[in-house]
Each structure stands twice: as structure tokens, then as C-alpha cells.
């Protein structure tokens, strides 16, 4: 089927985004690639390229460049996949304050942007901007009073809607592959399978817009795990320019791994814990070769990520932390009781949002997409708007989380530090104005925390690009700093007991709750993906806590261990089992008592078995088969007595064959 721009022979924007029907002898859609034949037709290229190289100095060229083209679809994968989470990081920052106001000397500016040339703002009171103006500011001109909040709320809500609105109306309308977390699927696809479109040019467009939109709309869900299907789609453009990949759905495959990399490496700042995640979660097939492209994938995007700098502080993150106190042996038992949770949280979560999604596929509520997504958004907007921890994005507030409460530091989780009834005198801290109580920060973000559980269970597999990384640390984070602040609140008021008397003088600031925020962080993460080397290094990379490796495996491994005791299934596998998608993990060992014989020999009564003999079938006899089957394949046998096997046919290449 050829389209209307080809035919006329000018090509557009809709001819070039379409994807192109596949050519006799590659394989059919939702179809598994054979492995062997793929490996075969690679090492016969290899071997043609090579004999040929010695034949002139043009082919010797040609051989070059086939050697080079893998280093150069991967300097390309890393170029497009770091800018386009530049561009990303730098929409959702200016987007997410658009709901609470606008720059008047730049609208395009975002709160941050807008007040870095403002003499008045101080690193104390960073709102005070006169440049920035909240929305009751602009339409009412007021700032305090029971009117502004409640114009400042209803805007709030309405740019939610309106963004979630557009989302899901595009993805509905022009790329429905754009939806979801996109991690089952190319985690299937690695694996061998087909899924035509999923990584088509269309997706890559979609999935960009609105993954800006939808994290910019305030709904539990994140960036990181959609960058690294944007990450694929753009491996899978570039692939298709090489007919070394193009032409080799295994060699392909190859290129995809390292593009998931270059995804995590852009999604985190991580490069190295980017391959490590490739390699542990995602990748099927996965040789030395494909380790070092990933590698350099993964370094390209993001070197190219910090080039564009989109925070403004020239780190390739925002999670970044400098503690000033180390941690000590006793506190691995809360570390390891936050892995408790995290494997808890993890195993809630899946069985809730699996039992939560089968209902939408089984009932008439996926009939409904957009008014899903509008019901949720409104929900989340109304309920996040009031908590100061749930009104700013889940990223900021995962970097608010993890930060340590130094004497400058303007967080409203340290303001409590300074409430003399509370814990340490004002005078530890000078220049700092009364706290608002430990007991307001603990109620607060215990209700932050409640809110998020459960709106992440009904947000997570929407028809709308959804990540699960940041919104899992984020309850982490969350449980982890109140589980910090109480350490620090016993160590400050009993420092004589004796789990903190050999390191814990009076006054002392030796508890670090920022710390324990990472390492729930890290806990519940682990708990929900299952993930464990990968993700220790994520975390260390993610927020250069070189020193802080041991509590974070202890939660890691506690996670894991606790969530397994529940089910072997982490979020993705629970999705790819959900959608039905063929899929054998390979760390999966399976046990079957059942023999071969006992499930291909036809029963009493049932018609024998349609397979190709050796040497005593005729083409009349082969086309005679394939008119009165549908199987996709054919077991070739040495005869109808013996019935051994030696081979297997598949019909899309039986067909071509006997009709030449």
C-alpha cells in the first residue's frame, strides 16, 4: 500500500510520520522475531562486507563505514534524547509555575527565570519578585485576603485541567502507542516481539508534547520512565537510516538497549546507573559490544543534557545533596525498616493499580478515556492545591525532601527546627524566625503522604504518558523524612539513651532526616520496579551520595526481599502479563512436568499433525497445506514414521518461496 504523498511524489510532514507497511519477508505485527535467523543473516553480511573489502579501496571504505555506523547511530541517539529532555525539563519547569502565575517582562520565563535579575530577591525570601506576579496579583490586583486564594486556586485548577484536557486528547486522537509508562512494552519488544508503530515517529512527537503537558498538570506521575520510550523512539528513527539495523529486527534490538540506556542516563543525570538499568530491567539480548555502545550512548545524552543545563545550577539534576554529617552504624535499623515499607508499598501498590486497571479494560470506564483523566486531574488539583508539600511539583518536593536543614536553608521541613518547644533551642541557628512545630510538618506531610498512595494507584496507566519512578520516590521520600525527623527528635531529647550516647553529644546535629528521605526514596522505588544494582547506583548518581552506598543497599535488598515474599512480579512484569503480551523474562526459572510429546501428539480422534516432510512433499502438496491451515509455522520432519525433527518452515517465507 503505498500512501498519497508518495504517489504524487511530493512528500509531507503526514507521509514522513507514518509508518511504513512492512516488506515481504519481515515479520507481521504483533509477530516474534526468530532469534537464530536474524544472528545467521548477520554473520552472512559480515562475512560478504568483509571478503569484499579486499577487492578496492571503495569497498574497503564501505566496510569503514558498516564498522562505524553502530558508533554513529549512537552519537545520534545521544544528541536527540539529551535535547529532547532539555527541551522537556525546561517546558515542565515554565508550565508548572504557569498555573500559579506569569513573568511580566517574559512570559516564557518561569518564577526562577523570571527573578534572577530582580534586586530584590533574596535567597531567604525568594518570592519576593515584583517581575513575578501571582494570578490574583494580575486579574484582581491583590496578594492576600480570602478573594486572592480562592482566584489563585481556581486558576490553579483550571491550567491543570486544561493541560491533562490537551494530553489526553492528543494521545486519543493522533498516537495512542503515546500512552502509559512505555517500559512493559519495550521491555517486550527487546525481548523479541513486534509491536508496529510503538516506536514510530508519531509516538516520538506525541509522547514529547504531552509528556510536558501532563507533568506540568500536577498528576502523580513522572517524566523518567516515558524518556526512556522517547529514548527508543529516537534509536528506532536512526536505526531505520541504516539498512545494517534497518534491514535486522536482532541487530535493532541492540541499538534499542543502548537507546533505554541514553533514556534513564537524560531521565536521572545517571549515565552509568542508565546501562546498569538496561542491562538488569529491560534488555533481552544484551552482548559486550551493545554494553560499550550503551555506554557511549548513554555519555553523549548526557553531556549534551548538562550543555543545555535546564536547572540553572550546571548539574544534570535536581536531587543533588550535601550532608555534613555522617551516618552511624545504629541507624541502620531504621534504614532497614524503611526497605520494610518500601517492599510493603510496592506490593500494595501493584495489586491495587492491576485490580484497579483490569477493572478499566473489563468495564465500561476504559470506554471513557478523557473523562477519566479530567475526573483524576480535577480530584488531584482540588486535594494537592491546600498542602504546601503537594501544591509544588513531585520533584521539587523530592528535592526539598532529601535536603539537609542547614542555616540558610528556607525549607518549610526545617522551619521546625527553630520552635524552642519543640526541639533545639533558636540560638543553634541565628538569624532564623520561629518554626511552625514539628508536630505541623510530621501532620502535614503524613497527609501529603496518604494523598499521594492513593492517587498514584488510579493515575499509573491512564491514557496519558505516566511515569512511576518519581512519584514512588516520592512517597519514599516522604516516609523516610518523617521516619528522620522522629530519629533526630529522639536523638535531640535523649541523647543519654544508649543508642545514641557513643555519637550524639548534646546539641548536636548528628541525625541527617534528608538522608533517610533518600533511602526510603530508594525503598520504595526498589519495592514497586524490583530493581537492585540499578538502582543503588541511580540513587548515588542521582544525588552524589558516594558515601551513603551501604544504607542504600540495606534498603534495596530489604525492599526486594519483602516484596518477593508477596509475588515475583514487579510493576512492569504485572502490566506485560495484564496487555497479554508474550513475554519470557529471562531470570525467570521455570519448572514443567509435562512432556513434549504429551503436547504435540494428537489426541484420539483429532487430525494428525501438519508438518513438511524431508524429501516425499510436492509444491502442489505444500500449497495444499497452507490453503487448508492457518498456523503461522510448520515443524519440518524426516517423515511421516519417524516424525523427527530437523527444521521449521513459517508460512510468510513458504509462501513467497513456491509462488517464484
Known sequence: MVNAGAMSGSGNLMDFLDEPFPDVGTYEDFHTIDWLREK?????RHRKITSKSKESIWEFIKSLLDAWSGWAVMLLIGLLAGTLAGVIDLAVDWMTDLKEGICLSA??????????????????DRDKCPLWQKWSELLVKQSEGASAYILNYLMYI??????????VSLVRVFAPYACGSGIPEIKTILSGFIIRGYLGKWTLLIKTVTLVLVVSSGLSLGKEGPLVHVACCCGNFFSSLFSKYSKNEGKRREVLSAAAAAGVSVAFGAPIGGVLFSLEEVSYYFPLKTLWRSFFAALVAAFTLRSINPFGNSRLVLFYVEYHTPWYMAELFPFILLGVFGGLWGTLF?????????????????????????????????????????????SELISELFNDCGALESSQLCDYINDPNMTR????????????????????????????IVITIFTFGMKIPSGLFIPSMAVGAMAGRMVGIGVEQLAYHHHDWIIFRNWCRPGADCVTPGLYAM?????????VTRMTVSLVVIMFELTGGLEYIVPLMAAAVTSKWVADAFGKEGIYEAHIHLNGYPFLDVKDEFTHRTLATDVMRPRRGEPPLSVLTQGSMTVEDVETLIKETDYNGFPVVVSRDSERLIGFAQRRELIPAISE
Request: net charge positive.
Open 40 to 44: 545467521s543473516r548477520d554473520t552472512d
Open 107 to 124: 512570559f516564557w520565563y518561569s518564577h526562577e527565570q523570571c527573578c534572577w535579575t530582580s534586586n530584590e530577591t533574596t535567597f531567604e
Open 158 to 167: 483550571l491550567w491543570a485541567l486544561l493541560f491533562a484536557f490537551l494530553a
Open 350 to 394: 501493584i495489586r491495587c493499580n492491576i485490580a484497579w486497571c483490569r477493572r478499566r479494560k473489563t468495564t465500561k470506564l476504559g470506554k471513557y478515556p478523557v473523562l477519566e483523566v479530567i475526573a483524576v486531574t480535577a480530584i488531584t488539583a482540588i486535594v494537592a492545591y491546600p498542602n504546601p508539600y503537594t501544591r509544588r511539583s513531585t
Open 425 to 452: 533551642p533558636v540560638d543553634d541557628i541565628p538569624d532564623r524566625p520561629a518554626g511552625v512545630g514539628v508536630y505541623t510538618a510530621m501532620w502535614q506531610l503524613a497527609l501529603a503522604l496518604i494523598f499521594k
Open 519 to 527: 533511602v526510603g526514596a530508594a525503598a520504595c522505588l526498589g519495592g
